[in-house]
Structure formats: structure tokens, C-alpha cells
């Protein structure tokens, strides 16, 4: 069953402007993790938050949660047409021993 | 080390066909994922094993898919008799236990079903 659900399912923006991507889950969790699907390709990891961290930063990608809403938010600052992509939370409830449940994804499509 | 390798990339098949996808996770790595993804569905986890053992198969949509994994570096996902709305992409994963717990994807085979 699907634990993440993003939000929204897709989103336009020209390119510089920033990016910002939901996420929101059902049940507690050991961490949530953000993934990169290029179309025709795997998914790649982007960015893990931990339940007891509140904000993270990776590069030009910025990674809140809010466990008391069960919700995080993906940022991409300055974006480029190379970002377009689909991008995906995922919620790991074991930390390492169980599955990684993923929702159905943001589609981001960024205007030259 | 050359990531996840998922064979074959693509895979043409008549209903009622068998149908077997291979996947060699990451040497190391001690858990291992099979999921499918289809526009309708998304991304969906259909099995999982740690140290080659099965621990969660709820995701697995009917008795004609199975899945094995004989050692730490080989599993297949078998689906017998295939039918049409089997057709998606099918993405093998891997990642290690206590060492952090990023996924690791392969580039997934594309499974047609006419």
C-alpha cells in the first residue's frame, strides 16, 4: 500500500525560480528520503531526513519534517532545465531492515 | 562497483507465457527490493529479503508471481502465466542494513505483455 503521497502530481516553473514538492504519510517512521526518477530511468537517492532532525540541506536541494503532521517539503533552489524530473518521498519505517514505501510522485517540468 | 544490474532491459512477451527478470543487487548489500511502477499505480513494493530470506511478500499481486533469491548476489522475479496487465516496469533495489539506509536502484526492465 502506498504510505507517501505527494503533492502536487505535477508542477510547471520557469527555470531559475525555486521548486517546493510535498509529502505526506500515514504511519511513524525511522526516516523519510527523497528520490530522483529521470523518465526511462531508476530512481536516485536524493536526500535522507531523520524523524528527529526538522531540516536538512544538500546542495541546492532543501529537506523539511514535521512529524506532528506527518508531512515533509522538498525545495530546489535555482532551478535548471536539467531538474526536470519526477521526485519521489519515501518513507522506511525499520531504518535498514524493512521496505521502502514510496508515493506516487511529483512530476517536475522546468521552462528554459 | 557497477550498481544494480537488472536483465533484460526489455522484455516482449505473449499472455500466457512465462516470464523471469534477473537482478544482481550491489555486492554488500544485505536487503533486496522488487517493485513495479505503472502510471496508474505508481511505484509499488512487491517483495523484499534481507540475507536472501523473504520478509515481506504482501505486495505481490497474485500467486503467478514468485520470487527467489538462491545467494547474496542473485534474485529473480518470475511471473508464470503472464498476462497484459502484468506490463510495467519492474525495478530490482538494494541497500545495506546499518550502514545507511540509501537504496540503490537498477535501470529497471521494461515488461510488455501483448
Known amino acids: 500500500s502506498q504510505q507517501g503521497e505527494e503533492d502536487p502530481q505535477a508542477l510547471s516553473i520557469q527555470e531559475g525560480e525555486n521548486a517546493t514538492m510535498n509529502c505526506s504519510y500515514k504511519?511513524?517512521?525511522?526516516?523519510l528520503q527523497w528520490y530522483r526518477q529521470n523518465s526511462g530511468r531508476g530512481l536516485v537517492h536524493l536526500i535522507l531526513?531523520?524523524?528527529?532532525?526538522r531540516e536538512k540541506h544538500s546542495g541546492r536541494l532543501r529537506v523539511t519534517l514535521d512529524t506532528s503532521k506527518k508531512s515533509s517539503s522538498l525545495l530546489i533552489t535555482a532551478s535548471r532545465a536539467a531538474d526536470t524530473a519526477s521526485y519521489f518521498c519515501?518513507?522506511?519505517?525499520?531504518?535498514?531492515?524493512?521496505?521502502?514505501?514510496f508515493g506516487k510522485g511529483t512530476h517536475l517540468i522546468i521552462q528554459p | 562497483d557497477a550498481g544494480v544490474i537488472q536483465s533484460p532491459r526489455h522484455e516482449v512477451t505473449e499472455m500466457g507465457q512465462e516470464v523471469t527478470l534477473r537482478c544482481k543487487p550491489i555486492s554488500g548489500h544485505n536487503s533486496l527490493f522488487w517493485y513495479r511502477q505503472t502510471m496508474m499505480r505508481g511505484l509499488e513494493l512487491l517483495i523484499y529479503f534481507n540475507n536472501n530470506v523473504p520478509i515481506d511478500d504482501s505486495g505481490m499481486p497474485e500467486d503467478r508471481f514468485s520470487a527467489k533469491m538462491p545467494n547474496a548476489s542473485f534474485s529473480t522475479l518470475k511471473i508464470q502465466p503472464s498476462e497484459p496487465r502484468d506490463s510495467a516496469v519492474y525495478f530490482c533495489?538494494?541497500?545495506?542494513?546499518?550502514?545507511?539506509?540509501?537504496?540503490?536502484f537498477g535501470q529497471g526492465t521494461r515488461l510488455t505483455v501483448v
Open positions: 519515501a518513507t522506511d519505517v525499520g531504518g535498514g531492515a524493512d521496505g521502502l514505501t
Open positions: 531526513i531523520r524523524s528527529n532532525e
Open positions: 533495489a538494494s541497500r545495506s542494513q546499518g550502514r545507511g539506509t540509501e537504496a540503490f
Open positions: 504511519t511513524s517512521i525511522n526516516n
